[in-house]
């Protein structure tokens, strides 16, 4: 007797052991499984809301959505390749520049009185070059998605689209594409912690150019270059903005590598010294 | 019940989620006060040499600083500095400065430092290949350190994350280079760097701010690509040896003044302008450019002199503090510097009684015991004077009163020490004593153990502690001290950071017997890496120093004594060696027009040292 109230005592148990086991197993699920789903689902709603800006309203215009400020005047400050810049160097003097052996024989052969001749004296204000050359910029939008930077050296345009690019390019400055670069994860979410960077710099994309000049010596790109670029305005605790202009210069025809560099500009308040002025070939 | 609060756990993580999201992306409005998020510098990064790669690899032409914002005191020492300097025994192992050390080839390495509890970020390390510059960025917002503390090739760095950049702001950096041809970087520039990442694409911005050798700040970028694996090529080692055999130590290569055979080389080769290449603000505005079409070589000439005027004052700040209190800095060991009171003031504790070396001018006298006393409970056993001026001797009598010791009176050691149970033991040169004797000093602070030989000698609280006579150095009665087991050396006034060497020729003081005794200085230093660290220095006034101050110092003393004898010989009288500015290299960091020490009083005594040489 005893013996049986013992083994129905155990029967029970453990049949209710099994109950709750099953209990417990649809818990797993529903913990596991409808915060997963209604993650999911969510993540992918916020990420279409958000991508088109707080609120779920329309998207901002990039020169509202900019999370820095490029505009002004800003003048070169030549403390680097300074003899390279301030100057044209002699033919054949390559300075820093990876041009593989196709690059170097063309430069070999450079002739700015030819260059001159085909009208062709703005072959170093090109895209991928004008950037080198001391002078000051002026940065302005053109209208709420594209940003101007004008060059007085060589008096050059470059316009720079963050909607649809107008034009067909194949001229010195090419065609230029812009956004706005923010430090982000890949899959567009992070969990928990601090929010991304409210930094951020304008990222540029420039194809289609004329073949040109990276230097005034006749260090040749061509049409096949693609220029990246990265604009980044750092303000300095004494009151200076610099403008710094990270290049990589990417041309499987006439270069070994891709061709980096990163050219600064100091704000100025106003105009002073900008003087716009022609091409030089020499 | 169960059900529900599953859906209350669903919807909260639902809602985090977005938030996350959603109202991450565009941060925190600038200036919210909240910290702007960090990016990973992490990992292995290698420069891209395409800009200025003759500068950074097989390295510049002399005299080439174009574009460097540059005044005269700058172009002059590069024009001076002879590439043989480098031969010099202590110079051989000289590193780079932060920011030319990352302008250099080779490779780098970034990685974070945690708190392993809390994971907040405490430091951003940076080390360079080139010279194994090994850095730490605090991010944990610590202060930077006084002016008196040590300065390294490093620097103190600390930063923040400002938008999409690292920012960095350096001071604490040694004197070394903005260019490796000699043009200068002095021990008060100050950095304010910008690393900015753009996926695999490193840009480092600097901004050098230099009131002794800038007109203005000089901003250069450097473009990093980060390596996927590590190239295992991390070392630099250097060891320094002899190069060149039988050379006097009191010989530092250099060109005298408007004498740098090489100057016009770099114009002859490329064909520019010499007023462009020797730098200057002008040079880095585009507006130059039009110049270097019209510059002549008069102009260019004009600058490789010094300019006729009055000399610049020195443009250094005063690492001194002046607040009226004494300022404590832990040295090594046992060992602290005691600031604060005129001249550095040195002290050694342990079992045996407070050691102090210089007693500053005692008009702080009972802070400085009171600090003393907070070092150590034990009376003040020992004084050390390095040498009899009043900055460093104003404090004799008190301390030495705060050393009296009523349990020894009358017993056996009375026999030994003169002062001993009623004060402190004040040790110096004889001449120290006879000078203060003449003087009319308080009789209570003038020494009573006094040595006449070279070297004396004494064991205390687990050191041995050595004094050593520069018999026409300041004056005649010079000492340097050394702490053997912590390895420090106090210099007295043979050597400062705050001004040109005090050479009182009246009272047996000579430019000689100063080079004497720096080189003296830097025959006991031993340094740890890379020129830095080890001995530690600690000059009559000025912050803590290794052997590098030391050596720079001798080279300017050196060099303005090979300046003045080649005006000498050439007959120049006192005024015209004053005319001539031989120390106008040094004037934005040393110099004075007025105050005790003046640059005119300094040339007088360099000049007058070397018309009639001491005995």
């Not at chain 1, 279409?48 to 990039?62: F, H, N, S, W, Y």
């Not at chain 1, 072959?123 to 004008?130: E, M, N, S, V």
């Not at chain 2, 342990?350 to 702080?364: I, N, R, S």
């Not at chain 2, 080890?534 to 803590?544: E, S």
Request: aromatic share 10%; hydrophobic share 35%.
């Amino acid at each position: 007797m005893r013996r049986n109230v013992i083994d129905s005592t155990l029967e029970d148990a453990y049949y209710r052991l099994l109950e709750a086991e099953e209990e417990l197993d649809q818990v797993r699920t529903t913990v596991y499984a409808a915060p997963t789903l209604t993650i999911a689902i969510l993540i992918s709603t916020a990420t279409g809301i958000c991508a088109q800006g707080r609120g779920g309203g329309p998207p901002q215009p990039p020169r509202v959505a900019a999370p820095v400020d490029l505009t002004g005047y800003w003048v070169s400050l030549v403390t680097e390749d300074w003899r390279y810049r301030m100057m044209t160097p002699p033919k054949g003097d390559f300075g820093s520049v990876p041009l593989n052996m196709d690059g170097q024989k063309l430069a070999q052969s450079w002739d700015p009185a030819k260059d001159e001749a085909a009208g062709n004296q703005c072959k170093a204000y090109g895209a991928a070059g004008l950037l080198r050359i001391p002078g000051r910029l002026h940065v302005t939008w053109q209208d709420d998605s594209t940003l101007k930077v004008e060059a007085d050296a060589g008096t050059q345009t470059r316009l720079f689209y963050f909607g649809p690019p107008q034009g067909q390019g194949g001229d010195w400055q090419g065609i230029s594409t812009a956004s706005w670069d923010r430090s982000r994860s890949p899959l567009g979410f992070q969990f928990f912690g601090a929010p991304p960077s409210a930094g951020g710099s304008m990222a540029s994309v420039t194809t289609k150019l004329k073949p040109g000049y990276l230097g005034k010596n006749g260090l040749p790109y061509s049409a096949n270059t693609v220029v990246t670029e990265y604009w980044d305005r750092l303000d300095v605790p004494n009151g200076d903005s610099l403008l710094v202009v990270s290049t990589e210069v990417v041309d499987p025809t006439y270069l070994a590598q891709p061709f980096w560099t990163s050219t600064h500009f100091k704000k100025q308040n106003d105009a002073t010294g900008w003087n716009p002025t022609p091409c030089s070939a020499r | 019940m169960r059900r529900t609060f599953l859906l209350y756990l669903t919807v909260l993580l639902g809602v985090v989620v977005f938030s996350q999201v959603c109202f991450g992306q565009g941060g925190p409005p600038a200036g919210a006060g909240r910290p702007t998020p960090g990016f990973d510098l992490s990992g292995y990064w290698t420069a891209a040499i395409h800009e200025d790669a003759l500068e950074r690899g097989g390295g510049p032409e002399t005299a080439d600083y174009g574009g460097f914002p540059i005044n005269e005191a700058a172009r002059l020492f590069g024009l001076s500095y002879n590439v043989s300097r480098v031969t010099l025994r202590h110079h051989q192992c000289d590193g780079y400065v932060a920011p030319y050390s990352v302008r250099s080839i080779g490779n780098a390495r970034a990685w974070e430092e945690r708190d392993p509890h809390t994971q907040r970020l405490i430091a951003i390390h940076w080390y360079n290949q080139t010279f194994e510059g090994s850095r730490t960025i605090w991010m944990d917002g610590r202060p930077h350190p006084p002016p008196y503390a040590p300065h390294t090739w490093m620097g103190f760095s600390t930063g923040t994350f400002v938008g999409n950049a690292l920012v960095v702001q350096a001071t604490h950096i040694k004197q070394g280079w903005l260019r490796r041809n000699g043009l200068p970087e002095s021990d008060q520039a100050t950095t304010v760097e910008f690393f900015v990442r753009h996926g695999d694409h490193l840009t480092y911005t600097s901004v050098i701010t230099d009131p002794v050798y800038l007109t203005e700040p000089v901003v250069r970028t450097t473009d990093f690509a980060r390596q996927p694996v590590d190239h295992g090529n991390w070392l630099f080692a250097c060891d320094d040896g002899e190069q060149i055999f039988g050379r006097a130590q009191d010989q530092v290569p250099n060109y005298l003044l408007g004498q740098n055979p090489f100057v016009k080389e770099q114009g002859e080769k490329y064909k520019i302008p010499m007023l462009g290449y020797l730098g200057g603000p002008e040079t880095m505005y585009p507006e130059f450019a039009a110049k270097m079409r019209t510059a002549t070589d008069a102009e260019g000439l004009a600058r490789t002199r010094p300019a006729a005027g009055a000399p610049p004052t020195s443009r250094a700040i005063d690492p001194e503090p002046h607040d009226g209190d004494i300022h404590v800095l832990p040295l090594r060991n046992n060992v602290y510097l005691l600031l604060g009171d005129g001249g550095n003031i040195v002290v050694q504790v342990g079992d045996e009684g407070a050691f102090v070396v210089d007693t500053g001018t005692g008009a702080l006298a009972a802070k400085t015991i009171a600090a003393i006393r907070k070092l150590s409970d034990k009376p003040i056993q020992f004084v050390a004077n390095t040498g009899y001026r009043p900055d460093h001797t104003g404090g004799n009598a008190a301390l030495r009163a705060a050393g009296a010791d009523p349990s020894v009176v009358g017993s056996f050691f009375a026999l030994g020490f003169a002062d001993a149970g009623i004060g402190a033991t004040i040790m110096a040169h004889q001449n120290v004593q006879n000078h203060m004797y003449a003087l009319k000093m308080p009789a209570a602070g003038i020494p009573s153990d006094t040595f006449l030989d070279e070297r004396r000698r004494h064991f205390h609280n687990g050191d041995a502690i050595e004094m050593f006579q520069e018999p026409s150095a300041v004056t005649d009665a010079d000492s340097i001290v050394q702490f053997r087991r912590a390895d420090i050396i106090v210099t007295g006034d043979i050597f400062t950071t705050t001004q040109f060497p005090f050479i009182d020729v009246q009272n047996g003081g000579s430019v000689q017997g100063e080079i004497k005794a720096l080189n003296d200085i830097l025959n006991r230093t031993v340094y740890q890496h890379e020129s830095e660290g080890g001995t530690i220095v600690i000059p009559g006034h000025g912050y803590v120093c290794d052997e590098h101050e030391v050596v720079e110092y001798r080279d300017m003393v050196a060099i303005v004594r090979d300046r003045v004898q080649a005006l000498i010989k050439n007959g120049a009288t006192l005024e015209q060696v004053k005319t001539a500015r031989p120390t106008a290299d040094y004037d934005s960091r040393y110099g004075a027009t007025s105050g005790p020490w003046t640059t005119a009083m300094f040339v007088e005594a360099v000049y007058n040292s070397l018309k009639q040489p001491p005995k």
